[in-house]
């Protein structure tokens, strides 16, 4: 990052402290006839405001805020089934310190809290674990974050971000915890019907979907029995166009001055198109059969269907780097250059993935209050499955080619001679890939009222966990060469090239007929016979046991509470192992592990109630995550070839968790009854971080060959717990309401990381950084409502992030900042009209490779993406 980058950021940190200070103290005494009674109201009554509208729903949210014990924060639906964004992870980026990543498909699916990565942050429905599968190839590398696209923000009430622990409330983030609430039936209105009827259109395809949702809300007269029933069906038709640099940069001496310098492995152009549609259904009983026993049975059922295809096209640089001529070298990378015709420059790349999965959760939660204690009986089951079926080729043809990555713009020129029969068959795949999950629990939980001046309540309770996560991989080759000899040849299935790449652009990117490449694969023998791949298969099975005791306290302008959680994990990896060159399943063998650790996780909230308008709150903790699943398979491959030695891959299940101790600082003013100042301090101090690191290990290795065995040395690239490190930011917090229908929503998010340096980066002079931490995060909304009318802009922006290392190097996503529109009118009391656009000014998204010391380089891009802008049109009726 340069040093304009900083002093700009710099300035636009002290602006934006002067800016919301200034207005918020000019501005608050003109509000005097807007203010609550705050000595008269109390949380219950908050808990029975009628949310309706925009402000409305800003209001309810931060009195949830400010009356918690803890540092939370929250989004509420306006109205019942209209939310205010139209995913969860969108809705969360509105809150401080939350970031969120998208999907190859540009909508937003993971978050991260504080600068910590999406893994390191747990979700919760309603207090319980959900458990997800995919229907992408992403599946491969597993997370344990939150499928956030299988739960549409119309069947959400409200949206809680828990950034300190509570004993209570389940183990397992660094960074926060989501807590997803849906409604309950006995509060809300009876006979209540609400219908969504919208059309998306996606820019960049060109083509516009359905996206339609209901909720129903019944109760009877008694009102001691009730049920709701919610639904949702989107269709999503994605494209993102890209320019991009592939297979990383490689080192070579290019100009024969004795010193490597760093080039692009392949440079090229890239599509991603992808169909999609959605099917989630929720249904809630509620029975209230006595004034102090309340039984609730939560139901989601979710099924997603999903057909994507992606294709790339380039010159291949990485094996032709020592014929480059008229080489450009800017601060060590090979930034351009021409390279004469070769048989292999020419790559063309298509891969097309079709899969579903399905997710079911069903919970049941009794709980019964007496004058003084309350039992509360938690248990359920979840399960997610999915499935894909993965098509891959890539072809090569005889071309010269001329390459820039100058002004972080990827551009490559192939001969222009070129057609689709020039490109011969070199390697084709059909990977079925399955993965599915599992969980079982159950909890108990024990409430007993103090009646002393200090101490109001004692709350403990346990827990236990059955979780299960495996996935398989079953690979098939197919032949380079048809039944007669000849070579394959991609003017089987491509003609012509796209026409509208990037907005309009022509580019040397075939058109590829995926329809008839699968009735191909379909009628063609494998020249391999179907095998399990190693590397992606693996059965794990988890069995949490969990404890608490917590204690409420309320004295004077002090509450709070304190408490501690014990936790027992065991962990039962089972997976593959394989040593040699040969698929012959002699070679290969089953492997398990089992393992267990414990925690002891202490935890303090404390808020100060200064004055009526004003709240300090203190907050201190140990925390856990557990790491990735898999990262704790069982799997160990390897092979050795004369060129390369022996390398291989291995799991770890010997793994521990990630650890921290974290510590929260905050002042929150609520100078009216919709608006806030508030400053927050974080600062996390991180035990151990875990990272794919390469170590040397002994193996026993068949040759293929011979069959003979013998004992080698092999580079095992695995992932290990690593050195700690320290997170440490600060978070403004400025909401208000400003009268004439207009307000404001405005938060900065600074997050500082540093992580402890290994011995080998100290050596080479390089960084170490925390992945998915992004230094500045601004998020700013301006609304208008009045007299049925609403309309809001929000900005939203990351500065750069580390995702990843390969080959040696770190590769980064860029700053991103993008608008949002929205627009309602309320017809009449029952019907709604609503546009939205999303990325309005259409921004693209960048990434990039690091230099020598690991920060990230603009010499040396990775891709540029374009997902396009995207609208809404639709109708709400309620009944």
């Given at each position: 990052?340069?040093?304009?980058?900083?002093?700009?950021?710099?300035?636009?940190?002290?602006?934006?402290?002067?800016?919301?200070?200034?207005?918020?103290?000019?501005?608050?005494?003109?509000?005097?006839?807007?203010?609550?009674?705050?000595?008269?109201?109390?949380?219950?009554?908050?808990?029975?405001?009628?949310?309706?509208?925009?402000?409305?729903?800003?209001?309810?949210?931060?009195?949830?805020?400010?009356?918690?014990?803890?540092?939370?924060?929250?989004?509420?639906?306006?109205?019942?089934?209209?939310?205010?964004?139209?995913?969860?992870?969108?809705?969360?980026?509105?809150?401080?310190?939350?970031?969120?990543?998208?999907?190859?498909?540009?909508?937003?699916?993971?978050?991260?809290?504080?600068?910590?990565?999406?893994?390191?942050?747990?979700?919760?429905?309603?207090?319980?674990?959900?458990?997800?599968?995919?229907?992408?190839?992403?599946?491969?590398?597993?997370?344990?974050?939150?499928?956030?696209?299988?739960?549409?923000?119309?069947?959400?009430?409200?949206?809680?971000?828990?950034?300190?622990?509570?004993?209570?409330?389940?183990?397992?983030?660094?960074?926060?915890?989501?807590?997803?609430?849906?409604?309950?039936?006995?509060?809300?209105?009876?006979?209540?019907?609400?219908?969504?009827?919208?059309?998306?259109?996606?820019?960049?395809?060109?083509?516009?979907?359905?996206?339609?949702?209901?909720?129903?809300?019944?109760?009877?007269?008694?009102?001691?029995?009730?049920?709701?029933?919610?639904?949702?069906?989107?269709?999503?038709?994605?494209?993102?166009?890209?320019?991009?640099?592939?297979?990383?940069?490689?080192?070579?001496?290019?100009?024969?001055?004795?010193?490597?310098?760093?080039?692009?492995?392949?440079?090229?152009?890239?599509?991603?198109?992808?169909?999609?549609?959605?099917?989630?259904?929720?249904?809630?009983?509620?029975?209230?059969?006595?004034?102090?026993?309340?039984?609730?049975?939560?139901?989601?059922?979710?099924?997603?269907?999903?057909?994507?295809?992606?294709?790339?096209?380039?010159?291949?640089?990485?094996?032709?780097?020592?014929?480059?001529?008229?080489?450009?070298?800017?601060?060590?990378?090979?930034?351009?250059?021409?390279?004469?015709?070769?048989?292999?420059?020419?790559?063309?790349?298509?891969?097309?993935?079709?899969?579903?999965?399905?997710?079911?959760?069903?919970?049941?939660?009794?709980?019964?209050?007496?004058?003084?204690?309350?039992?509360?009986?938690?248990?359920?089951?979840?399960?997610?499955?999915?499935?894909?079926?993965?098509?891959?080729?890539?072809?090569?043809?005889?071309?010269?080619?001329?390459?820039?990555?100058?002004?972080?713009?990827?551009?490559?020129?192939?001969?222009?001679?070129?057609?689709?029969?020039?490109?011969?068959?070199?390697?084709?795949?059909?990977?079925?890939?399955?993965?599915?999950?599992?969980?079982?629990?159950?909890?108990?939980?024990?409430?007993?009222?103090?009646?002393?001046?200090?101490?109001?309540?004692?709350?403990?309770?346990?827990?236990?966990?059955?979780?299960?996560?495996?996935?398989?991989?079953?690979?098939?080759?197919?032949?380079?060469?048809?039944?007669?000899?000849?070579?394959?040849?991609?003017?089987?299935?491509?003609?012509?090239?796209?026409?509208?790449?990037?907005?309009?652009?022509?580019?040397?990117?075939?058109?590829?007929?995926?329809?008839?490449?699968?009735?191909?694969?379909?009628?063609?023998?494998?020249?391999?016979?179907?095998?399990?791949?190693?590397?992606?298969?693996?059965?794990?099975?988890?069995?949490?046991?969990?404890?608490?005791?917590?204690?409420?306290?309320?004295?004077?302008?002090?509450?709070?509470?304190?408490?501690?959680?014990?936790?027992?994990?065991?962990?039962?990896?089972?997976?593959?192992?394989?040593?040699?060159?040969?698929?012959?399943?002699?070679?290969?063998?089953?492997?398990?592990?089992?393992?267990?650790?414990?925690?002891?996780?202490?935890?303090?909230?404390?808020?100060?109630?200064?004055?009526?308008?004003?709240?300090?709150?203190?907050?201190?903790?140990?925390?856990?995550?557990?790491?990735?699943?898999?990262?704790?398979?069982?799997?160990?491959?390897?092979?050795?070839?004369?060129?390369?030695?022996?390398?291989?891959?291995?799991?770890?299940?010997?793994?521990?968790?990630?650890?921290?101790?974290?510590?929260?600082?905050?002042?929150?003013?609520?100078?009216?009854?919709?608006?806030?100042?508030?400053?927050?301090?974080?600062?996390?101090?991180?035990?151990?971080?875990?990272?794919?690191?390469?170590v040397d290990k002994e193996w026993m290795w068949t040759d293929p060959d011979t069959g003979a065995e013998e004992l080698r040395t092999f580079l095992i690239t695995q992932p290990l717990n690593g050195l700690g490190g320290e997170n440490s930011g600060f978070e403004v917090n400025y909401t208000q309401k400003l009268g004439y229908g207009f307000g404001i929503q405005t938060n900065y998010t600074y997050s500082d990381a540093e992580l402890e340096q290994t011995a080998e980066q100290v050596a080479a002079g390089e960084e170490a950084v925390l992945p998915n931490n992004s230094e500045d995060t601004f998020n700013a909304t301006v609304y208008y409502e009045n007299m049925g009318f609403s309309a809001r802009v929000s900005y939203t922006y990351r500065s750069e992030y580390f995702y990843t290392t390969y080959l040696g190097l770190n590769q980064y996503i860029d700053d991103f900042g993008q608008y949002d529109l929205n627009l309602s009118y309320n017809v009449t009391d029952n019907l709604n009209?609503?546009?939205?656009?999303?990325?309005?000014?259409?921004?693209?998204?960048?990434?990039?490779?690091?230099?020598?010391?690991?920060?990230?380089?603009?010499?040396?891009?990775?891709?540029?993406?374009?997902?396009?802008?995207?609208?809404?049109?639709?109708?709400?009726?309620?009944?």
């Amino acid at each position: 990052m340069n040093n304009k980058f900083h002093t700009i950021t710099a300035q636009f940190k002290k602006s934006l402290l002067a800016t919301l200070v200034i207005s918020a103290s000019s501005t608050a005494f003109a509000n005097d006839a807007e203010q609550l009674d705050k000595e008269n109201l109390t949380k219950e009554d908050i808990e029975r405001i009628e949310v309706k509208g925009y402000a409305a729903s800003v209001e309810k949210s931060l009195n949830m805020k400010r009356f918690a014990n803890s540092v939370v924060d929250a989004v509420s639906a306006e109205d019942i089934g209209k939310f205010p964004d139209q995913t969860v992870a969108d809705a969360l980026q509105r809150i401080p310190g939350v970031q969120v990543e998208k999907d190859l498909g540009g909508e937003s699916d993971r978050v991260s809290i504080r600068g910590t990565a999406p893994h390191l942050n747990i979700t919760l429905l309603n207090g319980q674990s959900v458990a997800s599968a995919t229907a992408s190839a992403s599946i491969t590398r597993p997370s344990r974050g939150f499928n956030y696209s299988l739960l549409p923000a119309e069947l959400v009430d409200t949206l809680e971000v828990f950034k300190s622990a509570e004993a209570d409330v389940d183990e397992g983030s660094i960074g926060g915890t989501v807590v997803v609430r849906t409604r309950k039936p006995l509060d809300s209105e009876s006979n209540y019907a609400a219908l969504s009827v919208k059309a998306f259109h996606f820019e960049n395809a060109d083509e516009t979907k359905p996206y339609i949702s209901g909720l129903y809300s019944w109760k009877n007269e008694a009102e001691d029995f009730g049920f709701n029933v919610g639904f949702v069906r989107k269709e999503l038709a994605t494209q993102r166009d890209s320019k991009e640099v592939r297979f990383g940069y490689r080192s070579t001496d290019a100009n024969g001055d004795g010193n490597n310098e760093y080039y692009p492995g392949a440079v090229g152009y890239n599509r991603y198109a992808s169909d999609s549609d959605l099917n989630t259904v929720t249904a809630t009983l509620q029975y209230a059969p006595a004034a102090n026993l309340d039984i609730v049975f939560n139901n989601l059922y979710s099924k997603s269907e999903h057909e994507s295809y992606g294709t790339y096209s380039s010159g291949f640089i990485l094996q032709n780097i020592g014929n480059i001529e008229q080489a450009d070298i800017v601060d060590g990378t090979v930034v351009a250059g021409t390279l004469p015709a070769h048989n292999n420059l020419g790559y063309y790349g298509n891969a097309g993935y079709q899969g579903e999965f399905k997710t079911q959760a069903h919970d049941i939660k009794v709980t019964y209050a007496k004058d003084n204690y309350t039992l509360t009986t938690q248990f359920g089951y979840s399960k997610a499955e999915g499935a894909v079926s993965d098509v891959y080729s890539e072809y090569y043809a005889n071309t010269d080619a001329s390459y820039s990555i100058e002004n972080g713009m990827p551009e490559v020129v192939l001969s222009d001679s070129l057609t689709p029969a020039d490109y011969r068959l070199d390697y084709n795949h059909k990977n079925d890939i399955a993965n599915d999950s599992d969980e079982k629990y159950v909890q108990f939980d024990f409430e007993y009222r103090l009646d002393n001046d200090y101490f109001t309540a004692i709350k403990t309770g346990v827990k236990y966990r059955e979780h299960s996560k495996a996935a398989n991989l079953i690979k098939a080759n197919y032949p380079k060469k048809g039944a007669d000899g000849s070579t394959n040849n991609l003017g089987q299935f491509a003609t012509t090239t796209v026409n509208d790449f990037m907005g309009g652009e022509n580019a040397i990117l075939w058109q590829f007929d995926n329809a008839a490449y699968s009735n191909w694969i379909a009628s063609t023998e494998p020249s391999t016979a179907p095998y399990e791949h190693l590397d992606y298969t693996y059965d794990l099975q988890e069995t949490i046991t969990a404890g608490y005791v917590k204690a409420l306290f309320s004295f004077s302008d002090i509450r709070g509470n304190l408490g501690v959680r014990a936790v027992k994990t065991d962990v039962d990896s089972q997976s593959l192992q394989y040593t040699g060159r040969s698929f012959d399943p002699q070679n290969i063998e089953e492997v398990g592990f089992s393992t267990s650790y414990d925690d002891f996780l202490p935890s303090l909230n404390i808020a100060y109630d200064y004055s009526d308008e004003i709240i300090l709150r203190f907050a201190a903790a140990k925390v856990m995550s557990r790491p990735d699943y898999d990262f704790l398979s069982a799997r160990k491959s390897g092979y050795c070839t004369a060129a390369t030695g022996c390398k291989g891959n291995e799991g770890n299940p010997d793994l521990k968790p990630y650890r921290a101790s974290q510590y929260d600082l905050s002042a929150e003013w609520y100078f009216n009854e919709s608006s806030i100042l508030s400053l927050a301090y974080f600062y996390k101090d991180i035990d151990s971080y875990i990272t794919n690191s390469t170590v040397d290990k002994e193996w026993m290795w068949t040759d293929p060959d011979t069959g003979a065995e013998e004992l080698r040395t092999f580079l095992i690239t695995q992932p290990l717990n690593g050195l700690g490190g320290e997170n440490s930011g600060f978070e403004v917090n400025y909401t208000q309401k400003l009268g004439y229908g207009f307000g404001i929503q405005t938060n900065y998010t600074y997050s500082d990381a540093e992580l402890e340096q290994t011995a080998e980066q100290v050596a080479a002079g390089e960084e170490a950084v925390l992945p998915n931490n992004s230094e500045d995060t601004f998020n700013a909304t301006v609304y208008y409502e009045n007299m049925g009318f609403s309309a809001r802009v929000s900005y939203t922006y990351r500065s750069e992030y580390f995702y990843t290392t390969y080959l040696g190097l770190n590769q980064y996503i860029d700053d991103f900042g993008q608008y949002d529109l929205n627009l309602s009118y309320n017809v009449t009391d029952n019907l709604n009209v609503v546009f939205q656009a999303i990325n309005l000014t259409d921004e693209d998204q960048r990434s990039m490779s690091s230099n020598s010391t690991g920060m990230s380089d603009s010499n040396r891009p990775l891709a540029i993406h374009n997902y396009g802008r995207r609208f809404l049109l639709g109708a709400q009726y309620k009944f």
